[in-house]
């Protein structure tokens, strides 16, 4: 009798034991427990739908936010992980949006900052990419991450947003494109703000501007960028993209709920013919080649990773994203564009999904100033 006493007691033991240690994991995973944003997540996500990770999540992210390639929409995602998670995104100080461009990205843009010395895991910002710079920026092993797009769409999309009819003198995008290829339109290759305009991409990757009629520096530029970057995200395939950024990063689909940022109404965006597209793309034959080549490297991961099994995970993260909109916005459906956004503001546990990218980085600007603050008094031992 007495052994048998024993050997629940010691079975009790060992089941708090084990209980206590499952939450621990799940508490190492999942992050900050006091965010609003996991709290949230939690409530519309029970913590049994989660699934057992057999990867290790990754921490450094370099992240080049292309110009109109839905990059907006993913930096949301990395800002939202840093949030949460505490982790020092590469910042300049003043209030833009921007690191360098049009020259290279360099430490001499961030070597100012009060959070310097803390060391950086992620970067999400416009830059002109300079891959060994960056990568000595986040130290460690980063995955590299980058979008891209359809170039005439996104040379539309371009023209559109940035007004760039007033900068070609008053000419809308049809009539820019019936001049295009006059050898007396000299303005064509001219940059708004020494940074907008042809074969966009491959500017913001940083190829030299004088080089993009030079086939074989291009194809081996786009050589390397296929070598530098872990997976190149497609705008016009997001669902599959997010499905793979998941496996890449090793993150539940919780953490990757994302939202369309800067998209038209349908009746802004300017329709082309055959003939105006492909008018555009000889024009934009470098980024163009960029497009098609790494295109082809995603479809093949896309096929490799299993046309049943994308499916099935495309479900997967539709219902996460359904189940968490519901419970921010409390059951209300059908909701769009900004209303849906100032909708999602008023919750505490859902406007970071709202939040517009200056007052994002501003939020994230203080809290790591108020994390270099911390070191600083730490190190001088007042605190």
Same mark, same amino acid.
């Given at each position: %009798?007495?052994?048998?006493?024993?050997?629940?007691?010691?079975?009790?033991?060992?089941?708090?034991?084990?209980?206590?240690?499952?939450?621990?994991?799940?508490?190492?995973?999942?992050?900050?427990?006091?965010?609003?944003?996991?709290?949230?997540?939690?409530?519309?996500?029970? @913590?049994?739908?989660?699934?057992?990770?057999?990867?290790?999540?990754?921490?450094?992210?370099?992240f080049l936010k292309m110009h109109k390639c839905a990059s907006t929409t993913v930096q949301n995602i990395f800002l939202r992980h840093?949030?949460?998670?505490?982790?020092?995104?590469?910042?300049?100080?003043?209030?833009?949006?921007?690191?360098? !461009?049009?020259?290279?990205? !360099?430490?001499?843009?961030?070597?100012?900052?009060?959070?310097?010395?803390?060391?950086?895991?992620? %970067?999400?910002?416009?830059?002109?990419?300079?891959? !060994?710079?960056?990568?000595?920026?986040?130290?460690?092993?980063?995955?590299?991450?980058?979008?891209?797009?359809?170039?005439?769409? *996104?040379?539309?999309?371009?023209?559109?947003?940035?007004?760039?009819?007033?900068?070609?003198?008053?000419?809308?995008?049809?009539?820019? *494109?019936?001049?295009?290829?006059?050898? $007396?339109?000299?303005?064509?290759?001219?940059?708004?703000?020494?940074?907008?305009?042809?074969?966009?991409?491959?500017?913001?990757?940083?190829?030299?501007?004088?080089?993009? $009629?030079?086939?074989?520096?291009?194809?081996?530029?786009?050589?390397?960028?296929?070598?530098?970057?872990?997976?190149?995200?497609?705008?016009?395939? %997001?669902?599959? #993209?997010?499905?793979? *950024?998941?496996?890449?990063?090793?993150?539940?689909?919780?953490?990757?709920?994302?939202?369309?940022?800067? !998209?038209?109404?349908?009746?802004?965006?300017?329709?082309?013919?055959?003939?105006?597209?492909?008018? *555009?793309?000889?024009?934009?034959?470098?980024?163009?080649? +960029?497009?098609?080549?790494?295109?082809?490297?995603?479809?093949?991961?896309?096929?490799?990773?299993?046309?049943?099994?994308?499916?099935?995970?495309?479900?997967?993260?539709? #219902? @996460?994203?359904?189940?968490?909109?519901?419970?921010?916005? #409390?059951?209300?459906?059908? +909701?769009?564009?900004?209303?849906?956004?100032?909708?999602?503001?008023?919750?505490?546990?859902?406007?970071?999904?709202?939040?517009?990218?200056?007052?994002?980085?501003?939020?994230?600007?203080?809290?790591?100033?108020?994390?270099?603050?911390?070191?600083? +008094?730490?190190? +001088?031992?007042?605190?």
């Amino acid at each position: %009798m007495t052994k048998r006493i024993s050997f629940i007691l010691l079975s009790i033991s060992w089941i708090i034991g084990f209980v206590t240690v499952f939450q621990w994991k799940l508490h190492d995973r999942v992050g900050n427990e006091n965010s609003p944003l996991v709290n949230n997540a939690r409530k519309v996500m029970p @913590v049994a739908t989660v699934t057992k990770q057999t990867c290790e999540p990754k921490r450094k992210i370099g992240f080049l936010k292309m110009h109109k390639c839905a990059s907006t929409t993913v930096q949301n995602i990395f800002l939202r992980h840093a949030h949460t998670k505490d982790l020092n995104v590469i910042l300049p100080l003043g209030r833009s949006n921007y690191l360098g !461009s049009p020259e290279l990205f !360099s430490l001499e843009l961030v070597n100012g900052t009060p959070w310097h010395h803390l060391g950086y895991d992620i %970067m999400a910002l416009h830059t002109r990419w300079h891959q !060994s710079t960056i990568k000595q920026a986040l130290g460690g092993d980063p995955t590299f991450i980058t979008t891209i797009r359809e170039p005439a769409q *996104l040379f539309e999309s371009l023209y559109g947003y940035y007004n760039l009819y007033k900068f070609h003198g008053e000419l809308t995008l049809y009539e820019f *494109l019936d001049k295009l290829e006059d050898e $007396d339109f000299k303005r064509k290759d001219d940059r708004f703000l020494q940074k907008i305009g042809r074969n966009q991409m491959l500017f913001d990757l940083g190829f030299p501007i004088e080089d993009f $009629d030079n086939e074989e520096k291009v194809k081996k530029f786009v050589d390397e960028v296929e070598q530098n970057f872990d997976l190149v995200m497609v705008t016009e395939k %997001m669902e599959e #993209s997010i499905v793979l *950024l998941k496996h890449l990063l090793c993150w539940d689909y919780r953490d990757l709920v994302f939202l369309k940022r800067n !998209s038209r109404a349908k009746n802004k965006i300017q329709k082309l013919s055959v003939d105006q597209t492909n008018k *555009l793309r000889r024009w934009l034959k470098a980024d163009n080649y +960029l497009y098609t080549k790494l295109r082809e490297v995603f479809d093949k991961k896309v096929e490799k990773f299993g046309y049943k099994k994308m499916e099935e995970e495309k479900q997967k993260l539709s #219902s @996460v994203m359904n189940q968490i909109m519901e419970g921010c916005l #409390s059951g209300e459906k059908n +909701l769009q564009g900004k209303i849906l956004f100032e909708e999602l503001k008023k919750s505490a546990g859902c406007r970071l999904y709202a939040l517009g990218e200056h007052i994002f980085l501003d939020e994230i600007k203080k809290a790591q100033w108020k994390r270099a603050d911390k070191v600083a +008094l730490q190190s +001088l031992g007042l605190r």
